[in-house]
Structure formats: C-alpha cells, structure tokens
C-alpha cells in the first residue's frame, strides 16, 4: 500500500457511505525533517513532487468542471496549512499559463504575508468596506501570475465580515479577474469562517497533521462539511515521519 494512503485510510471507511469522494491524498514534509533512524533524504524534493501530484488530480485531472476557486483549511492551528496552500499555489503558477490569486482569509492568524515576505497592509478587509476593483486590493508577488490578496486591515471585529453579503460579490469578481483563486482560511476545528468561505468556492483541500491531528476530530469536521454541502477535494497528510529507510518504501 502506498504511505500516502495507509495513515488516512481509517478515515475513508468511516466515509463510504458519504455523498462527497473520498479525498486523494498527499505527502507534505518540511525540508528540515528526517526518518526515525536518522536518515535524511531529498525531502524538498518529495514534498515539491508530492504537491505537483496533488496540483493535478485537482486542477489539471478533471474532465468536467476543473475547479477554479479551492479552499485550503487545516484541522487545527499549527497543521501547515497555509505553507501548504502557498506551495500549490507557486507549482499551479509554474505548470499553467494563468494567473493565480492567494487568499489570505485567515484573519485569526494570518501567515501568507510573512511567508511572501510582505505585509498585511490592505487587502480583503479593505476589499469588504471600501469600493473599487479588487485587483486594486492585491498585489503581485511573484513574476506576473502570482497575486496575494492579503488580510488587510484587521480589526476585532474582521471575522464577521466573512458573513457578509459583499464577500459572495468580492468572490464573483475573484473568478472573473483570476484564473485560480486559492484560499487559506482558518482551522476548521476551532471557527466556523472556512465552512462560509466553504460556500464560496469549488471545494475544500483538508489539512492533516500525522501524529498531531486526532482521528475523532477529523470525522466530526467531516461530517461538518457534508452537512453544510462543501466538496472535499483532496487531504492532505502532513509532517509524515518514516520508521523505516525511504528506500524500502519503493518496494512495497
């Protein structure tokens, strides 16, 4: 059996029944990682090859209806989600021709920014309560096909506006204005903002933490997500550890 499906797979059986697809999944580790006997391998390698597999079963696969406009939510803080969304977004912008506009939809704890090396100055708060088009709101941050519409600026009372009756329209202008729209939203175990934001797109990317995420909490969002009719794309497995040589693994 594949590694990238044997730690997910308790998941799956609890959701034949479901009448969402069972989500692909992906291997994600972070560069600095080694194997339990201490062995390092090309992990950047393997996590860019990883993600290039996870680009096209979503993006590139689809017969009918690619989607265009994908959310990436992880299940609780510290799972990797926006690294994760970023890393889909820079191989998408490298593999086709249109341009690709990130999200920052997390206004509890935003990270793009950080991670692109910007800030968080103006973007879809600002996009929320002022008037004018959105790529006004955004900003180039890699060649001509990467944009970031950040969080702008946040106040107390921010979250609420993903609620709001001007986000469906901000969202329409997004699809019209970009090719690919990639959300990082907020982890789903804690807020309800990513199943709004749900409602917006084509879908949801589920982040999972190996060894951190609980199997209870994963099937409670889940059903979550059925329940409020929001396709689950794809998950992903991150922060996987091997207890055996990656060599072997070939083999299986």
């Given at each position: 059996m594949?590694?990238n ?6 998941f ?10 069972k ?15 201490g062995?390092?391998?090309g ?17 590139l ?36 021709k249109g ?21 968080n100055h103006y ?27 950040s ?6 009372d921010?979250p609420?506006l993903?609620n ?29 903002d990513?199943?709004a ?33 929001i ?9 996987r550890t ?11």
């Amino acid at each position: 059996m594949s590694r990238n499906f044997e730690l997910m797979q308790q998941f799956g059986e609890h959701s034949e029944a479901a009448s969402t697809p069972k989500p692909s999944v992906i291997l994600s580790k972070a560069p600095e990682e080694v194997c339990t006997n201490g062995a390092h391998f090309g992990l950047a390698q393997i996590a860019h090859e990883e993600t290039l597999r996870l680009v096209q079963r979503i993006f590139l696969q689809q017969k009918e209806k690619p989607p265009h406009a994908v959310l990436f939510a992880g299940i609780d803080h510290g799972n990797g989600c926006s690294q994760i969304c970023l890393s889909v977004a820079e191989t998408l912008a490298s593999t086709v021709k249109g341009s690709v506009c990130l999200v920052e939809a997390n206004f509890r704890s935003p990270s793009l920014p950080a991670l692109l090396g910007t800030t968080n100055h103006y973007g879809l708060v600002d996009a929320l309560m002022k008037e004018g088009p959105i790529r006004s709101f955004a900003k180039p941050v890699q060649a001509d096909n990467v944009w970031l519409l950040s969080c702008g600026s946040l106040t107390a009372d921010s979250p609420n506006l993903l609620n709001s009756d001007h986000i469906r329209a901000r969202f329409e202008e997004l699809r019209k204005e970009f090719d690919y729209v990639l959300v990082d939203a907020p982890p789903l175990n804690r807020y309800a903002d990513a199943t709004a934001l749900g409602r917006l797109t084509d879908g949801l990317v589920l982040i999972v933490e190996a060894h951190s995420t609980r199997k209870e909490a994963t099937l409670m969002v889940m059903e979550s997500l059925r329940a409020a009719q929001i396709p689950v794309l794809g998950a992903v497995l991150n922060k996987r550890t091997f207890p055996i040589p990656e060599s072997l693994y070939h083999r299986l």
